[in-house]
């Protein structure tokens, strides 16, 4: 069925086209396009659209319009995964129901139980709740489902990654075999589906977000980082974006205290969400960023599940989400309704070839940027100081202060008072000291390609580099605690056989001033590895050997080849086992 292009062509209530109005919303989004038309009709429907695209109105308003006004039984209920979502969607429908004359409860943990009963007692006719405190109220019989003629499971896929599988077996076991189901969910995993297949009964399928698809509004940038500089690096991000509101996103719940605790010292107005968090400081903390009154939010991705706050402008990931769609589903907080944003992610070197394959299969283009310096990150800053005090000059001075200025200039020379005033100034003082330099990992500069660097090199064929520079030399080898260190020779290369390890072969040696140090810094700044990752070394006139951990080789080969290093173009084989023949 084709539906009108805005709100005020729909058969609608007159009540429910006046809040749609009061709240500035006149085009419907694709989802309740869709969905409008097969609700009214009564159809199951199984809705794959990700968060931010509107769902709550998609099933509320066909509910609203055909809910008979006043109060009685309950009619309908929406299951939700977290209280926020719970009591974000209680709220926009309660907003709706109120003019028709009946009530909306919320039922969440950490809710007051008086208030819960009080609005299920007065006769409210839509239930929105989470799993565990519906099967609660369920299982100390104070909620009847009997009468209910609508389920609506929105936020699916997280209810069962949250584990909620068990509870909702208990909620559909207290509702009506005769229904109507709608489940909504931003990704179709396995388990989501197997959920449809014993919910719905020939349901519409509706699929707007397939294969995890971003939203076009939102541009997907990327900056390569070592892990142990994410921190700096996201602080030089920070200076040089200037975002709105944004969530940074961590994996660990230590991480979040501890980087919201920098990115205060840095300025910033911070706070963060984890697991740990009690209930009271939660929602503490979520109002205070959804009245801006801290602008960057630091959360895992439990703890961020159902924050669905307007007006995020950036999304930061401190390393690389596990699969595309916790990606999309993280991203998706920014560049919603229309609105577009910004979606950063700081990658390890050794996650880079996945994070790409991941961004490939969702289907995502990335921007590959330069980490902002620290010179970059004062540039910036000292730019928006000058606009914001142009800008204060142009609004004309206050006429009080413009005496006190005139006085003060009669018996100091300018440059020093302006120098005196700027010294109490934190936004003058960060122009000259914010942001630090990060080591960004080093772009291989490609100028030729190494010769047979598809072919690894066999043992026999470096005889002759042996046979022609005579013996190995020695090296100093560590002798116990409290010992002076000793000199041994160096094993043959038939004799290095450590488990774990792979033999890479490097055209530099001692005749272009190669030491072990410099090797051992020289792979790690290239790939990012640590030095216990690199075993033996062996450095010869013209050529040097070094062990590097099997499952980091051939991305060490592949970064090192064609790498211009003081004006030589590098190249890098792997060496093949000892009796592998050529």
Not at 52 to 68: D, M, S, V, Y
Not at 205 to 227: D, M, N, R
Not at 235 to 251: K, T
Request: hydrophobic share 40%; aromatic share 4%; glycine share 8%.
């Amino acid at each position: 069925m084709n539906m009108p292009a805005a709100f005020a062509d729909w058969e609608l209530r007159p009540e429910l086209l006046a809040g749609l109005a009061e709240q500035n919303l006149v085009t419907p989004t694709p989802v309740q396009d869709a969905s409008f038309p097969a609700v009214l009709e009564g159809r199951d429907l199984l809705v794959q659209s990700r968060t931010g695209t509107g769902k709550t109105l998609a099933f509320g308003l066909p509910i609203l319009q055909r809910l008979e006004k006043g109060p009685g039984r309950i009619e309908a209920l929406v299951v939700l995964p977290t209280r926020e979502l719970a009591l974000q969607v209680a709220t926009a429908l309660g907003k709706m129901a109120r003019p028709l004359g009946f009530e909306v409860a919320a039922l969440f943990g950490g809710g007051s139980y008086r208030d819960q009963l009080r609005a299920i007692g007065n006769g409210a006719r839509i239930i929105v709740g989470t799993p565990g405190r519906l099967v609660d109220h369920l299982e100390r019989n104070r909620l009847d489902l009997s009468s209910c003629t609508t389920l609506v499971l929105d936020e699916a896929d997280e209810m069962l990654d949250m584990g909620f599988a068990d509870e909702l077996e208990k909620i559909l076991a207290a509702l009506p075999a005769e229904r109507q189901s709608l489940l909504f969910s931003a990704t179709m995993a396995p388990g989501t589906a197997d959920l449809a297949k014993k919910t719905l009964r020939d349901p519409m399928t509706i699929a707007l977000s397939q294969g995890g698809k971003s939203a076009p509004e939102i541009t997907h940038v990327a900056y390569e980082c070592f892990s142990d500089r994410k921190t700096d690096a996201l602080v030089n991000v920070l200076h040089a974006d200037q975002p709105g509101l944004a969530i940074v996103f961590c994996h660990t719940k230590i991480e979040t205290e501890q980087i919201a605790e920098r990115l205060r010292e840095e300025g910033f107005s911070a706070g963060f969400l984890n697991g740990d968090l009690p209930q009271e400081a939660r929602t503490r903390t979520l109002n205070a960023f959804r009245r801006g009154l801290i602008d960057l939010l630091v959360a895992t991705d439990v703890a961020a599940r159902g924050i669905d706050v307007k007006g995020i402008s950036h999304v930061y990931n401190l390393g690389v989400p596990r699969d595309p769609e916790s990606y999309i589903h993280r991203v998706g907080r920014t560049g919603r309704a229309g609105a577009s944003g910004v979606a950063a992610t700081f990658v390890p070197p050794r996650d880079a070839a996945r994070f790409r394959r991941m961004l490939s299969n969702a289907g995502v283009k990335i921007e590959m940027r330069p980490l902002p310096q620290a010179a970059d990150v004062r540039k910036r800053l000292r730019e928006i100081f000058h606009e914001s005090l142009t800008a204060r000059v142009a609004a004309g001075p206050d006429d009080q202060l413009a005496s006190l200025a005139t006085e003060l200039l009669g018996y100091i020379e300018p440059q020093d008072l302006v120098a005196a005033l700027l010294a109490g100034n934190d936004a003058a003082k960060a122009t000259l000291t914010a942001g630090s330099n990060v080591m960004a990992p080093r772009k291989p500069e490609r100028t030729e390609r190494a010769p047979y660097a598809d072919q690894p090199i066999r043992p026999g064929d470096v005889r002759e580099h042996f046979e022609k520079e005579g013996p190995p030399r020695k090296i100093r080898e560590r002798g116990p605690e409290g010992v002076a260190p000793r000199e041994r020779p160096l094993r043959k290369l038939s004799e290095h056989n450590e488990p774990g390890f792979k033999r890479v072969w490097l055209n530099q040696g001692k005749a272009h001033k190669l030491m072990p140090g410099g090797l051992v810094k020289l792979v790690c700044s290239v790939s990012g590895i640590k030095g216990e990752a690199i075993g033996a070394i062996a450095i010869h006139p013209f050529f040097s050997f070094f062990d590097v951990r099997e499952a980091e080789a051939p991305r060490v080969v592949e970064l090192l080849n064609g790498l211009n290093q003081k004006g030589k173009s590098l190249k890098a084989n792997l060496v093949a086992p000892v009796g592998e023949s050529k």
